[in-house]
T-cell receptor, first 114, second 113 residues
Framework: AQKITQTQPGMFVQEKEAVTLDCTYD???????LFWYKQPSSGEMIFLIY??????QNATEGRYSLNFQKARKSANLVISASQLGDSAMYFC???????????FGKGTSLLVTP | DAGITQSPRHKVTETGTPVTLRCHQT?????MYWYRQDPGHGLRLIHY???????DKGEVSDGYSVSRSKTEDFLLTLESATSSQTSVYFC????????????FGPGTRLTVL
């Protein structure tokens, strides 16, 4: 069975600093996708970044990058130059064999302070 | 933004009543999903659809049924609502499977009294 673990319930970071949100996963499938979503207090789910299991390079999207370490089964999200608007819940997810639905971790709450 | 709407956005109902939530997309995406979000649980899959009339169960499907008679609409029905089904329900769509991100609707907050 697939499992996503986010071990940090809450994180603090100062504005303009970088922050790493941890995500580990467990799967026996050779082919899978890893995703990060942001959920601000308004409630919508916003897609941030994707990494395929066969991708050779770590994914990057603007200030977001995914530190993919396949052997360690980790897919950490790095946010560079944090902004106040980055304060939100962040969810790591992995695509599953159930119609490619996503298995989600329980999330990490990030608070960016001035 | 992906064209996904959910209706209603908020609903309060009583235990034992039937409830139907609607997800509508304008993207012509093949895959559609219903998730529920509860504190401390992230999002959990209820049902999904991989085409018109093609649906299957997810992790927490007990007490829910779905239907997809058109590509653009995916309905979630609670036949007899219970207080444990109080939750925020998200619909999501995906163009095709493994390597495609899912786009989420705005969510429906359902309260069962």
């Amino acid at each position: 069975a697939q499992k996503i673990t986010q071990t940090q319930p809450g994180m603090f970071v100062q504005e303009k600093e970088a922050v790493t949100l941890d995500c580990t996963y467990d799967t026996s499938d050779p082919s899978y996708g890893l995703f990060w979503y942001k959920q601000p207090s308004s409630g919508e789910m916003i897609f941030l970044i994707y990494q395929g299991s066969y991708d050779q390079q770590n994914a990057t999207e603007g200030r977001y990058s995914l530190n993919f370490q396949k052997a360690r089964k980790s897919a950490n999200l790095v946010i560079s130059a944090s902004q106040l608007g980055d304060s939100a819940m962040y969810f790591c997810a992995m695509s599953s064999n159930s119609g490619y639905a996503l298995n989600f971790g329980k999330g990490t709450s990030l608070l960016v302070t001035p | 933004d992906a064209g996904i709407t959910q209706s209603p956005r908020h609903k309060v109902t009583e235990t034992g009543t039937p409830v139907t939530l609607r997800c509508h997309q304008t993207e012509n995406h093949r895959y559609m999903y219903w998730y529920r979000q509860d504190p401390g649980h992230g999002l959990r899959l209820i049902h999904y659809s991989y085409g018109v009339k093609d649906t299957d169960k997810g992790e927490v499907s007990d007490g829910y049924s779905v239907s997809r008679s058109k590509t653009e609409d995916f309905l979630l029905t609670l036949e007899s609502a219970t207080s444990s089904q109080t939750s925020v329900y998200f619909c999501a769509i995906s163009r095709q499977g493994l390597n495609n991100e899912q786009f989420f609707g705005p969510g429906t907050r359902l309260t069962v009294l």
